[in-house]
């Protein structure tokens, strides 16, 4: 089978290098922080680290479960490796250029998500957790992650081992970027947020792309041994 990827994803090494990046340009921990900063100026420093912990512990099982099951409740359902692939990439591509064509308004919109519902006592899950810190988005590009796994003999072990260690490696970023979330609005501010934005939006293109060509090319190498 024609396949093709700069990353060797066989190894637990080359999924971390390949699922950390996307990871955190789509979660983006500091960008966050500034919305928590805002959305928590009223809780004491104590309140707002018990928090951090809490939001960063159910933003790894949100991951870890997006990308262990994604891709195989999809193939559940006929879904073919290759076509998940290609569609993952795109949903990763498109996720991609709004952040990078729209920062601001991706900002607004998640800014709006994160503002607690009345006489809420428990705002770590939802809304902090989820749609602020792992989204829809994020949940979609984990499941395109989920895609690039192998299907030769154990490689799949190594695989999913480097993945759930870019999950963990990005919840522990957040906890830490959430529980620093005042000097982190000091030190870059919503103009340094946006270009820090745009940065990692680009990388997160460059992912889906990657992602799309890899499907691409399982699509061919299939034609290929069909017509042999």
């Known amino acids: 089978m024609l396949d ?3 990353i060797p994803v066989e190894t637990a090494i080359g999924a971390f290098l390949l699922a950390f990046p996307a990871l955190f340009s789509i979660v983006n921990p500091p960008g966050g922080a500034l919305i928590f900063d805002a959305v928590t100026a009223g809780r ?11 939001i960063g512990f159910y933003a790894m099982i ?3 479960a997006s990308l262990w099951l994604g891709g195989y409740v999809l193939n559940f359902f006929g879904v073919s490796l290759s076509a998940l692939r290609i569609a993952g990439g795109l949903v990763v591509a498109v996720q991609a250029w709004g952040l990078l064509m729209q920062a601001e308004a991706h900002e607004e919109r998640k ?12 705002i770590t899950f939802f809304p902090l957790t989820m749609p602020l810190t792992t989204g829809p988005g994020t949940i979609a590009v984990a499941i395109a992650l989920s895609s690039q796994r192998p299907t030769n003999g154990l490689a799949p072990l190594g695989f999913f081992g480097g993945l759930s260690l870019a999950a963990v490696a990005i919840a522990v970023m957040i906890w ?5 979330s005042d000097s982190i609005t000091a030190l870059l501010g919503q103009g340094g947020a946006r270009v820090m934005s745009r940065l990692v ?6 992912v889906g792309v990657q992602i799309i060509v ?3 090319l399982g699509v061919a ?3 290929q041994a069909v017509h042999h």
């Open 4 to 6: 093709f990827s700069p």
């Open 176 to 180: 830490i970027c959430y529980r620093a």
């Open 62 to 64: 949100v991951l870890l």
């Open 201 to 206: 939006a680009f990388l997160l293109l460059c």
């Open 44 to 54: 004491t420093r104590a309140e707002k680290q018990k928090m951090a912990v809490r």
């Open 111 to 122: 800014a709006h998500q994160a503002e607690p519902p009345p006489n809420a006592e428990d």
């Open 214 to 216: 890899t499907g691409v």
């Open 221 to 223: 190498g299939l034609m």
